[in-house]
C-alpha cells in the first residue's frame, strides 16, 4: 500500500518514526517530504514562489495517488497537514480512499476530526494491525 503521512513540519522526527513503522510493515511512502526542501524551507514561502508552488503540487499530488494518509497528530502546531486531510477528506468523500487516519490523542478539536471517513487511532501499530 502506498501511504502518505501528513503531520507537523516541527515534529519532523514523529513523522518519521510512523514512516518507518509503515515501511517496515511492508508499505511504501507516497512521498517522503521530511528528507526534502519541505523540511528545511519552513519559513516565508512568499521569498520564492516557484519553489513553494512546487513543493505544494508534489504534496498535494502525493496525498491524491496515496492509498492511505495518516495524520499525525502533535502537541506541535501544523499548518499543511490540514490541507493534506482536507485533500484527503475529499477523496473519501468521493469513495476514492479508504484510509484516513489521525493518529495520536487529539489535543485541538476540529469537526473534521469526526468525520465519518476519519478513523482515530491511538499509534501506527494499531492502525498497522487494524489492515493486517
Known sequence: MKIYVAGPLTDIAAVQAVQAAVMAAGHELALDWTQGLDATFVED?????????SLAADDLEAVLTADAVLVVMSDEEG???FVELGAAL???????????VLLGPIRQESVFYF???????????EWLASIA
Request: glycine share 8%; net charge positive; no cysteine.
Open 45 to 53: 514561502y512568499g521569498s520564492d514562489l516557484a519553489l513553494s508552488a
Open 115 to 125: 468525520h465519518p471517513a476519519v478513523q482515530r487511532m491511538t499509534a501506527v501499530d
Open 79 to 81: 499548518k499543511g497537514m
Open 90 to 100: 475529499a477523496r473519501a468523500h468521493r469513495g476514492e480512499l479508504q484510509h484516513v
